[in-house]
């Protein structure tokens, strides 16, 4: 008893799907477009009425981190918080303060972190000591392992694999030719 029930294949379904597909495909490139170039055309930054002041303020906020971005100075981030931070020492750069007091500023409210280079402190010293100490160790412990391995004896050849490789150095090889005078074949 055959109990296939046998229907037919309606032609325009998969042409409808395909282009019902693409529709939605092309809305939804059309959409990140139109959201990446909202993101891109995003407000300039606050430039400081004097270029000396903005040079000044550029070239100071590239050796402090981002607090957000943490990977990123906070001359270069586009987070809401360092454009405040920058504002800030825009700020205090346009009331008399020098480098060092802007510096002790942000460190006071900071912390360390904030700056990229932090001072060599019982507290940082982790920081600076750190990579050379993973260094020496990784070092000290490749050399003990090489030299545990060098002390380690080889193991002494089976005497049936001894005797196999002694009947192949007996034997010259097929395509051995003559030997000059005076030189002998090894046994």
């Not at 998969?14 to 529709?23: D, I, K, M, Q």
């Not at 360092?82 to 007091?101: I, K, M, T």
């Not at 990579?131 to 412990?141: E, F, H, S, W």
Request: glycine residues 8%; hydrophobic residues 45%; aromatic residues 4%.
């Amino acid at each position: 008893m055959n109990l296939e029930i046998p229907c037919k294949p309606r032609p325009t379904a998969g042409r409808n799907a395909l282009a019902g597909g693409l529709r939605h495909a092309c809305r939804g490139v059309a959409l990140a477009l139109a959201i990446a170039a909202r993101a891109g055309a995003g407000e300039a930054p606050a430039a400081a009425p004097d270029p000396a002041l903005q040079a000044q303020v550029q070239a100071f906020t590239r050796d402090l981190r981002c607090l957000v971005c943490q990977n990123e100075s906070l001359a270069d981030s586009r987070a809401p918080l360092a454009q405040d931070l920058r504002d800030e020492v825009r700020r205090l750069f346009a009331s008399g303060r020098n480098e060092a007091q802007v510096r002790q500023f942000l460190v006071s409210r900071y912390g360390d972190y904030v700056l990229y280079r932090p001072p060599l402190q019982a507290r940082t010293a982790l920081l600076w000591l750190g990579p050379g100490l993973l260094l020496a160790g990784a070092m000290g412990g490749l050399l003990w392992r090489l030299r545990r391995h060098a002390r380690a004896p080889e193991p002494p050849l089976p005497a049936s694999a001894a005797a196999a490789a002694r009947a192949l150095l007996a034997t010259p090889p097929p395509h051995a030719g003559p030997l000059p005078p005076g030189e002998e074949r090894a046994p």
